[in-house]
């Protein structure tokens, strides 16, 4: 067994007895634990923490080690440190990935190198090529969301719904999943798009059909259903398949049985469940247009893909990504082109209503009129791409941290994000106030002196 070493970091009196148990335990589950001395700058990798006192304080260095959820940590409640209800909730939400209590755990060690165990093979697969060239993200909630597909697909065989707006990838993560399935007997991902099915023809498209049973049936035909056993079945945009439909499936997918067209026998069919739709099903269900026992047949497990503009921090890398499409090395004999910074900006601050899809698509316009070995430039920018004027904020987002996402995609660091927004505070206090110093001062909570030094002076940073 390869042994793993993470982080240990004590709170409170937890750094006693419980401690040293703890240690010697995990040591014996093949965990090195390696002391964290100082909370201010947690090295990567997975943590503990242990506590013996819930307060405001405990939340900070859950937050802190965590790296605001980026990384794995389990906090242990030791002796005397028992929790209220709710407050383990609070941990997770301040970045915990679990909470245990020392006490209430028969085996804690056990337990702990558990769930590490699992991590770390979450992790290997979230980084891994088979991850990477379907789906690409390096932004807290994507890793996040990644994290989820991988667990579900690899380590269950659970029907899995995907939703979200259209371009989102959830025809990506359907192949994922398909692509991760340890079944070793596993066969084909059959895909089938709701929307494209003619209503008469829908029972054939599904269950397929004897010779016969309809005008122009010359031969038997297996359905996606009967395709798809052994396999994957992917139903994109469930949501538009009529109750009655429904209804059929429902038979399927829970006693895995199904009658061709025009036959009277019944046949077995065994497959994973993955569906996608851009609807809420829970409005569809409150409408009467989709049954609730289908949906919770289907939902075993769900989850959202954000669209592009929850994740804007991704742009740069899809933008890569999708340039190192036009351009494969082997065949051009030539890395793929830059993007200068006028045109990353417009990437960036662009609306995407069809999300990454449209994404793709505008980056291999802009490559297909690109000459010469220098960056992509405004004017390989289609004429119907360009801003009627310079793009400063993302279209269709507001508030602070939408600024601060942007920012951080350009590739602008903490003092410089601070810098920004204290020039930008300045401005817009001294505007709100008609160019009144004093005003305008007392508005940024700071001297009239200090506010003229730093006009004066042009620095990035007041001395508050």
């Not at 395709?227 to 994109?236: C, H, Q, R, W």
């Not at 740069?316 to 030539?334: C, D, M, N, T």
């Amino acid at each position: 067994m390869a042994r793993r070493s993470v982080w240990l970091a004590g709170f409170g009196t937890a750094q006693g007895i419980a401690r040293r148990d703890l240690v010697e335990q995990l040591a014996g589950r093949g965990l090195d634990c390696r002391p964290l001395e100082s909370l201010r700058e947690p090295p990567p990798g997975p943590a503990l923490l242990l506590f013996d006192a819930f307060g405001v304080e405990l939340l900070d260095h859950v937050s802190t080690l965590s790296r605001g959820g980026q990384e794995r940590l389990i906090s242990v409640a030791t002796h005397g440190g028992a929790m209220a209800r709710g407050d383990g909730w609070r941990l997770l939400a301040a970045g915990a990935s679990d909470v245990l209590s020392w006490q209430e755990t028969a085996d804690p060690a056990a337990l702990i190198a558990a769930r590490f165990a699992r991590w770390h093979e979450v992790d290997a697969l979230v980084d891994s090529p088979v991850v990477t060239r379907h789906l690409a993200g390096r932004g807290r909630s994507w890793r996040s969301l990644l994290r989820q597909i991988v667990e579900v697909a690899r380590f269950s065989a659970s029907p899995v719904l995907l939703l979200g707006e259209s371009g989102t990838g959830k025809e990506l993560v359907s192949r994922l999943i398909h692509s991760l399935d340890p079944r070793p007997d596993k066969r084909d991902l059959v895909v089938l798009d709701c929307t494209t099915i003619v209503p008469s023809l829908a029972g054939s498209e599904f269950f397929g059909h004897e010779r016969g049973a309809f005008t122009g049936a010359m031969a038997a035909r297996d359905g996606a259903v009967a395709l798809a056993n052994g396999g994957t079945l992917f139903l994109d945009e469930i949501g538009e398949l009529p109750a009655q439909l429904q209804a059929e499936l429902l038979r399927v997918v829970q006693e895995g049985t199904y009658k061709r067209v025009g036959s009277n026998g019944w046949q077995s069919t065994r497959f994973r469940l993955v569906s996608a739709t851009h609807r809420d099903l829970h409005e569809e269900i409150a409408e009467g247009r989709f049954r609730h026992d289908f949906y919770y047949r289907i939902a075993a497990w769900s989850c959202r893909l954000p669209p592009l503009r929850e994740r804007r921090e991704d742009i740069p890398l899809l933008v890569e990504r999708f340039l190192a499409e036009r351009y494969p090395r082997e065949e051009e004999g030539e890395a793929a082109p830059a993007v200068s910074a006028p045109v990353m900006d417009l990437l960036l601050c662009r609306d995407y209503p069809g999300n990454v899809r449209e994404l793709r698509q505008l980056v291999h316009r802009m490559a297909h009129r690109h000459v010469g070995r220098g960056p992509i430039t405004i004017g390989d920018v289609p004429e119907e791409e360009r801003p009627r004027g310079e793009p400063v904020v993302p279209a269709g987002i507001d508030g602070f941290e939408a600024a601060v996402r942007l920012a951080l995609a350009r590739g602008l660091g903490l003092k410089q994000i601070g810098a920004l927004a204290a020039d930008a505070a300045v401005r817009l206090a001294l505007e709100g106030e008609s160019g009144n110093l004093r005003r305008a001062a007392e508005r940024l909570g700071v001297t009239d002196r200090a506010l003229q030094m730093r006009r004066a002076t042009g620095r990035a940073a007041l001395s508050l």
